[in-house]
């Protein structure tokens, strides 16, 4: 059974297709930034108008570093460590599977048997 579409619905649905692709890649290119410029860049200045602004006469010292110290590392976004990291166009020894030969593989051999 052949599924033979006019030209015009290809075109049609393929540019509506090609136009929600487009508007999801844009709203992940968005969503990258946010996350990954927008909040660290934010909460850093918070971070320094936070030092600047605190009157210290009136704050314990110690506990006001331990709590910027704290905000800070939670506003670093983690390095990547790229020589752990697996290469996805590397074709792995443990994922090349060896084929059963013809005598080992039962199902081969029942398919090289003709039909009577």
Do not use: H
């Amino acid at each position: 059974m052949k599924l033979k579409l006019p030209i015009t619905y290809i075109v049609r649905y393929g540019y509506a297709f090609i136009v929600t692709l487009m508007c999801l890649i844009f709203a992940a290119i968005l969503w990258f930034i946010y996350g990954n410029v927008y909040v660290p860049l934010t909460q850093a200045t918070f971070l320094a108008e936070l030092q600047a602004r605190v009157a210290l006469i009136s704050v314990n010292k110690k506990d006001l570093k331990d709590v910027l110290d704290a905000m800070s590392i939670n506003a670093k976004p983690t390095a990547i460590d790229w020589s752990s990291a697996r290469n996805p166009f590397i074709i792995e020894p443990a994922v090349l599977s060896p084929v059963a030969t013809d005598s080992q593989n039962p199902a081969v051999n029942a398919a090289k048997q003709p039909t009577q």
